[in-house]
């Protein structure tokens, strides 16, 4: 019996999906905070699967056998103990790569993955050799990518959809910004080779949770205490640089009771900080590198769209209020753009070049 998984499943139109023959074109993505998956439907369209990168253990009350939890039934029993082990991006050790692995091979099998397939990663652009090769270990170890293994920036893999129903993307000249959990990154890409990749752990999205939990605290006057994970779930449900509602909530008290309390700025006034912090590293950091080292590329790649890819970039407006700041920096005008779902992109854009991969093979 396949150990249970909860994750939320969802179909989506792509005409890319599809590869040819019996083998299965797979994407993935191995989420600092979400793990998403992408493969084809019997009917042409893409079945996603999408769970909390995390596991937590538990002891049967009947046997005293260690358990585990996985994904977003781990993180809803277990708040206290739940263990997300790629907070850093890459697995940083060797029990966060058997961690890991147990993880993602529950996932496999409980969502039926097939082993006869071409898999494609999209994988961060982080200078960590040692967690990248972690993190191979976990791929390679997977008993999925039965035909063909290959992984490919995730900045790349997430632009992809913003481009176009294909794999146009691959022969375009434009800048890709990753906005991510636990890194910001940014990317040159020249008929898809990677150009000048830049990292920062500056503007993360797991810093504005922490920036939120903090205001939220200071806006109450020290009467709520939240914890990152319902900071992060406001910023997910309220953030909004085109319609900001204040909001409600409710906590129970320690010694009995409720206590009801609105919050007004601490959502927007984190998010706005995050913002100045993306468009400061972007601006005057990586693309003064990038036309320090590749003018030409420089020049070229600011007539075209600059790609926002990550979780990030779905929060409601923030792909045009990046455009004008950034512009504005700038001073010249500029062309932000985004997958209609960021927070799928780089797993569907991974599939598409998995289907490409199947149909030459």
């Known amino acids: 019996m396949s150990t249970r998984v909860d994750a939320e499943t969802e179909e989506l139109s792509d005409a890319g999906a599809t590869g040819d023959g019996d083998v299965v074109p797979v994407g993935v993505k191995l989420g600092s905070t979400r793990t998403v998956i992408a493969l084809p439907t019997d009917d042409g369209d893409l079945r996603i699967i999408r769970t909390l990168t995390c596991l937590a253990s538990y002891e049967d009350a009947l046997t005293g056998e260690e358990k585990y939890l996985y994904g977003n039934e781990a993180a809803r029993e277990y708040p206290d103990r739940v263990q997300f082990m790629l907070r850093s991006g890459l697995p940083e050790d060797e029990d966060r790569v058997e961690l890991t692995a147990q993880f993602f091979e529950a996932v496999i099998e409980f969502h039926d993955i097939p082993e006869d397939s071409t898999v494609v990663y999209a994988t961060p652009t982080i200078d960590n050799p040692a967690g990248l090769e972690n993190l191979q270990e976990v791929i390679e170890g997977s008993s999925i990518g039965g035909d063909l293994i ?95 509602e204040p909001f409600t909530d409710i906590i129970q008290r320690p010694g009995g009771g409720s206590h009801e309390f609105t919050i007004e700025r601490s959502v927007m006034d984190a998010m706005n900080e995050y913002l100045e912090e993306v ?83």
């Open 279 to 361: 468009v400061e590293e972007f601006a005057n950091t990586f693309l003064s590198q990038l036309a320090n080292n590749h003018m030409k590329i420089y020049q070229f790649a600011l007539d075209r769209p600059i790609v926002l890819t990550g979780g990030m970039a779905c929060i409601p407006g923030i792909v045009d209020e990046f455009e004008e700041r950034v512009g504005d920096e700038l001073g010249r005008d500029v062309e932000a753009v985004a997958a209609d779902r960021p927070d799928l992109a780089a797993t569907v854009g991974a599939q598409r070049i998995a289907a490409r991969l199947a149909q030459v093979e």
């Open 150 to 244: 290959e992984s490919y920036p995730e900045s790349l893999c997430g632009s992809i959809p913003a481009f176009g129903d294909d794999l146009e993307a691959i022969e375009e000249i434009f800048v890709a910004v990753n906005m991510g959990s636990t890194n910001l990154e940014a990317s040159a890409y020249r008929r898809g080779e990677q150009i000048a990749p830049f990292t920062t752990g500056a503007g993360t999205g797991n810093e504005v949770d922490r920036i939120i939990a903090n205001y939220v605290e200071e806006e109450t006057q020290g009467r709520v205490n939240i914890g990152v994970t319902t900071a992060r779930e406001y910023k997910e449900e309220h953030a909004d640089f085109d319609d900001f």
